[in-house]
């Protein structure tokens, strides 16, 4: 049965202790009564709240927003696998399209990144997609294809099916753009083609492959359930815990509903 996914990527929001703390009391009031067989809820908060986010819910796990791939030495700002590690993070998002765009992030950092995830024994899920005016030149195809392979290069097969993909199309991050679901699910397609030939089948289809771009828990069919995606990436939406719960809720039913088929 699939398992599905809801990933809140906090981003630079809450500024100070005590909104982290009233999210989280929020959160465990709405999540308090909830069980979960088939969706795995993470978050991702800011690092210096962290700590704050060690006692989560049963149903959902702590995840970073960034990672530096050496694990110590000189490097003034950044923050370590081990780190991340040794502070209960179970998730790291790396690529995010607004590490590429602000800080210069390139698919062979990324890499790099992605193998030290999985070297200190965590979970990447690893952004790709692609540009508005990549896609209207026609190149989406060959970015995501180029994406994939650069990412997935020097993985083993028991490395690649513990990875987590999120397409986000780099036009849609932050707007209410979205794009079609035959445009999603081609992408999905792709991914897994691409995948497969690098691979195979079963690695293939251990590999979760989730959506992200202006996800609100109503568009939930229109990215997710009708493309096959096997879950989200939330920004913007995952700063209020019950769309973060009512998501998980949503993917819950979704699973439940496809197991009576």
């Known amino acids: ?38 969706v795995t809820g993470i978050i991702a908060p800011s690092f210096l709240y962290s700590a704050q986010f060690d006692d989560l819910p049963k149903s959902i796990k702590k995840g970073a927003q960034n990672m530096f791939p050496e694990k110590s030495g000189s490097y003034t700002g950044e923050i370590s696998p081990l780190m991340l590690k040794n502070d209960g993070v179970e998730y790291v998002i790396i690529g995010h399209s607004e590490r590429r765009l602000y800080a210069g992030e390139t698919d062979e950092l990324i890499h790099e990144k992605l193998l030290s995830v999985l070297k200190y024994y965590m979970i990447p899920i690893v952004c790709i997609g692609e540009t508005r005016a990549q896609r209207e030149a026609g190149k989406a195809e060959q970015i995501i294809t180029g994406q994939i392979r650069t990412l997935f290069s020097d993985l083993s097969k028991l490395q690649a099916e513990k990875v987590i993909i999120a397409y986000e199309p780099r036009w849609a991050i932050g707007t209410d753009i979205l794009p079609t679901t035959s445009e999603i699910a081609e992408v999905r397609m792709i991914v897994r083609q691409v995948l497969t030939e690098m691979f195979d089948t079963a690695t293939e289809e251990r590999i979760a492959v989730l959506y992200g771009g202006s996800v609100k828990s109503s568009l939930l069919p229109q990215v997710a359930f009708e493309t096959g995606m096997e879950g989200v ?15 998980m809720n949503l993917f819950e039913e979704e699973a439940i509903r496809r197991s009576k088929i």
């Open 1 to 38: 049965m699939t398992r599905f996914y809801v990933v809140g990527n906090l981003k630079m929001n809450m500024l100070s202790r005590e909104e982290a703390s009233q999210y989280l009391t929020v959160l465990r009031r709405e999540s308090s009564s909830k069980r979960y067989a088939y």
């Open 233 to 247: 990436l939330v920004g913007r939406e995952s700063l209020f815990p019950y769309e973060l719960v009512k998501m």
